[in-house]
C-alpha cells in the first residue's frame, strides 16, 4: 500500500511532559496513507490535535515516535514541494500582492517568475491587483494570495489549516468551489483541516474522523460523490449525518 | 475642524502654562529666574550674537554622530540577542549590568580616555560616546523585542520555501521588526538629545549645554532660559523628522500605521 502512496504516517504519536512532569499525549499512533492527487480533509473536536498533525506532516514539529514518509522519504524538515497554508493568513503585510505570490519562486524578477505571477493572479481573480498590499485587501482576497503563492512555486502537497476558517460564511462557500476547481486543475495532494463537518464532505475524496485528545484516528469516511456537490442531494445529507454521529452529534449539532 | 480644535486646546495648555511662568516671575530682573518676554529677548540676543548658530550645529552634530553609531552597533546586536540563544546568553547580562548606570557618570572616564586623542576634538569625542551609550540600550531593547515579537507563521513560511540565512533577515525579519525597531530609534534619539545638554554642560567649550553654563557663570539667567526654549524647539524638529522618516520607511512597505 505505501509504495503507491503519495504520503504515509506511520504510527505517528507525539506528548510532552506537563509542568508536573506527567506526559500529556496529544497524538495517539496515528496511521494514515494518502493517495498521489487525493483530497483528504481531517474533521475532530477543536484542541484534538489535527492542527498539530498537519505541522509535523510539513516539518515544523518532530513527532515523539512513528513518521511520515512523503514519496516514501521520511519528513525532517519543511520542504518547498509541500506547502502549508495557515487558517489566520500568513502573507507578509510589507510585500505587494505580486511580490508574495513570487516570495517562493527562486528569482521572483525574471520574465518567466513575472509570468508564473500573473498566471496565478488570473486564477485567484486578483489580476489588477497586483501592486496593493494586503492591508488593502479583504481577507478572503489575502487568503487567495496565499493560496496563489503556494501554488506558484509548483508544490505537490498543500497542507490546508483551515485556511477558511476566518472568513464570513458566503466568502467561504465561493473559496470552497474555487479551491475544488484549482484542486481539479493542478492536480496537488491536498491534506486539509477543519471543525466544519459539512466543508469536509464538500471537499474530500476521504474524510478523516479524529477524536478526542489524545486523538486517534476514529474513522474514515469514502465521499463517492460527484462534484461540485449539491448541498441538498441525500448522499451528501447522508454522509453528512454519518460523520455527525461518529462524533457523538445528531444532525441538530446536539450530543447524543 | 478637528485639527483646528486641536491645535486650539495645544495653544490654550501652552498659554496657560506661559501665564503662570509670567505671574510667578512678575518683576524679576535678567539675574533672577526671568519671565517668557526676557527670555524670548534672550533667543533674540543670542541668535544676533551668531554664537547660536554654531552651538546648535555643534550640539546636532555631537547627536547624529553619537546617535549613528548606537543605530550601527545596537540595531544589528539587538537583532542577535533576539535571534541567537547563544548570543543572548552571553550578551545580555552585560547589557543589563550596564544599562542602568547614567551615561553622565561616564564622563570622567570619557574624558580620561579621549584626552590625549590628537586626530579629533578631545571634548566632541567625549560627547559623542557618551550619547552613543545614552541610545544604545534603547535601540537594542526595541531590536531584541521587535525581533522576539515577530510572528512564529512568517518565520514558517520562509522555513518552508527553504528561505534562510542573509535572505531570511533581509525578506523576512528586517522588515518585520521595522516599524518596533523604528519606533525604539525615535524613543533613543529623543533620549539622546536629553543626554547630549547634561554631557555639554561638564567638558565642552561649545554646544547649548554650554551656552548653558556659560550664561549662568555671567548671571545671565534670560540667556540660561533662551537656550533651554531652543533645546525645547529643536528637539520637538528631531522628533518630527523622526516621526515622518518613519512613517514614509513604513508606507512605503505598506505596513503604516492609521
Not at chain 1, 481531517?42 to 514519496?71: W, Y
Not at chain 1, 518547498?80 to 505570490?101: A, E, G
Not at chain 1, 490546508?160 to 474555487?178: H, I, Q, V, Y
Not at chain 2, 518596533?180 to 555639554?200: D, H, M, N, S
Amino acid at each position: 500500500m505505501s509504495e503507491t502512496s503519495k504520503i504515509s504516517i506511520r504510527d505517528l504519536s507525539l506528548s510532552f511532559n506537563a509542568k508536573d512532569g506527567s506526559p500529556i499525549s496529544i497524538l495517539n499512533s496515528i496511521n494514515l496513507d494518502v493517495a498521489e492527487g487525493e483530497f483528504i480533509c481531517i474533521v475532530g473536536p477543536s484542541g484534538c490535535g489535527k492542527s498539530t498533525l498537519l505541522n509535523i506532516a510539513c516539518g515544523f514539529l518532530k513527532p515523539t515516535r512513528g513518521q511520515v514518509l512523503i514519496d516514501g522519504i521520511a519528513v525532517t524538515n519543511p520542504d518547498r514541494r509541500r506547502v502549508f497554508i495557515f487558517q489566520d493568513n500568513s502573507v507578509f503585510p510589507w510585500l505587494t500582492v505580486q511580490q508574495n505570490i513570487g516570495f517562493g519562486l527562486p528569482d521572483p524578477t525574471s520574465k518567466e517568475s513575472m509570468a508564473t505571477i500573473q498566471r496565478h493572479l488570473e486564477m485567484i481573480g486578483l489580476s489588477g491587483f497586483e501592486h496593493a498590499y494586503p492591508r488593502d485587501l479583504s481577507g478572503g482576497m489575502n487568503q487567495r494570495v496565499e493560496i496563489a503563492r503556494a501554488l506558484a512555486s509548483n508544490p505537490d502537497v498543500l497542507f490546508m489549516d483551515e485556511p477558511l476558517g476566518a472568513l464570513d460564511f458566503l466568502t467561504r462557500l465561493k473559496m470552497r468551489a474555487d479551491l475544488v476547481d484549482i484542486w481539479r486543475r493542478e492536480g496537488k495532494t491536498i491534506l486539509f483541516v477543519t471543525h466544519d463537518v459539512e466543508e469536509s464532505v464538500q471537499l474530500a475524496d476521504r474524510v478523516v474522523v479524529m477524536s478526542q485528545r489524545p486523538a486517534e484516528i476514529q474513522a474514515i469516511v469514502k465521499v463517492d460523490l460527484p462534484r461540485p456537490r449539491n448541498l441538498d442531494d441525500p448522499g451528501y445529507l447522508h454522509i453528512r449525518d454519518e460523520i455527525f454521529h461518529l462524533m457523538g452529534l445528531d444532525h441538530l449539532g446536539r450530543a447524543r | 475642524m478637528k485639527r483646528i480644535r486641536k491645535l486650539l486646546r495645544g495653544l490654550a495648555g501652552l498659554g496657560f502654562f506661559v501665564l503662570c511662568w509670567q505671574l510667578a516671575t512678575w518683576g524679576n530682573s535678567r539675574t533672577d529666574v526671568p519671565g517668557p518676554w526676557l527670555a524670548i529677548q534672550g533667543v533674540s540676543e543670542l541668535a544676533g550674537q551668531g554664537l547660536l548658530w554654531r552651538y546648535v550645529v555643534a550640539s546636532l552634530f555631537r547627536v547624529m554622530w553619537g546617535f549613528a553609531l548606537a543605530v550601527l552597533v545596537g540595531v544589528p546586536l539587538g537583532l542577535a540577542i533576539g535571534r541567537s540563544r547563544w548570543v543572548r546568553e552571553l550578551v545580555n547580562p552585560l547589557v543589563q549590568a550596564l544599562r542602568p548606570i547614567s551615561p553622565i557618570a561616564w564622563l570622567p572616564i570619557a574624558v580620561l580616555v579621549f584626552g590625549g586623542v590628537r586626530w579629533w576634538e578631545p571634548s566632541d569625542l567625549a560627547a559623542i560616546f557618551l550619547i552613543f551609550l545614552a541610545s544604545i540600550f534603547p535601540i537594542i531593547t526595541a531590536a531584541t523585542s521587535a525581533v522576539e515579537g515577530i510572528d512564529e507563521k512568517y518565520l514558517r513560511v520562509a522555513a518552508n520555501f527553504e528561505i534562510g540565512g542573509f535572505a531570511m533577515l533581509f525578506q523576512v525579519i528586517l522588515p518585520a521588526a521595522l516599524p518596533q525597531i523604528l519606533t525604539g530609534l525615535r524613543l533613543a534619539l529623543g533620549i539622546a538629545w536629553v543626554v547630549l545638554v547634561a554631557a555639554e554642560m561638564l567638558g565642552v567649550q561649545s554646544g547649548l549645554g554650554f551656552q548653558i553654563n556659560d550664561s549662568r557663570n555671567n548671571l545671565r539667567y534670560d540667556l540660561v532660559v533662551a537656550a533651554m526654549l531652543v533645546i525645547s524647539l529643536i528637539g520637538i524638529c528631531l522628533d518630527a523628522a523622526m516621526a515622518r522618516i518613519e512613517n514614509s520607511a513604513l508606507s512605503r512597505r505598506g505596513t503604516a500605521k492609521r
